[in-house]
Nanobody, 123 residues
Framework: QVQLVESGGGLVQAGGSLRLSCAAS????????MGWFRQAPGKEREFVAA????????YYADSVKGRFTISRDNAKNTVYLQMNSLKPEDTAVYYC????????????????WGQGTQVTVSS
């Protein structure tokens, strides 16, 4: 069982930056691949980024590639999402998720979810 708690969301102007954190409980955090997803009002949940259990491999949606960076610190049981050059279309609730095994881009394949943190980018 893994419990996830996101933090770091807020209101930022276009072009600004935010760093999201996701703190995980449990002693087996390092065995889970982690993902970030987002959901805007009236839209489906979409993949943002994922990272392997070791942190060696990362994967990004085309819409955020070059602007967002996912990383993890297994000693702190935390995964991060550094978001730079934010755009109004990045506005959404951001969720972190965990799954055993390799990372995936489909939200259906993740077993554990946080409660989400709101990111709002003003133009």
């Amino acid at each position: 069982q893994v419990q996830l708690v996101e933090s770091g969301g807020g209101l930022v102007q276009a072009g600004g930056s935010l760093r999201l954190s996701c703190a995980a409980s449990g002693r087996t955090f390092s065995s889970y691949a982690m993902g970030w997803f987002r959901q805007a009002p009236g839209k489906e949940r979409e993949f943002v980024a994922a990272i392997s259990w070791s942190g060696v491999s990362t994967y990004y949606a085309d819409s955020v590639k070059g602007r967002f960076t996912i990383s993890r610190d297994n000693a702190k049981n935390t995964v991060y999402l550094q978001m730079n050059s934010l755009k109004p279309e990045d506005t959404a609730v951001y969720y972190c998720a965990a799954r055993r095994g390799t990372y995936r881009s489909s939200w259906i394949e993740y077993d554990y979810w946080g409660q989400g943190t709101q990111v709002t980018v003003s133009s």
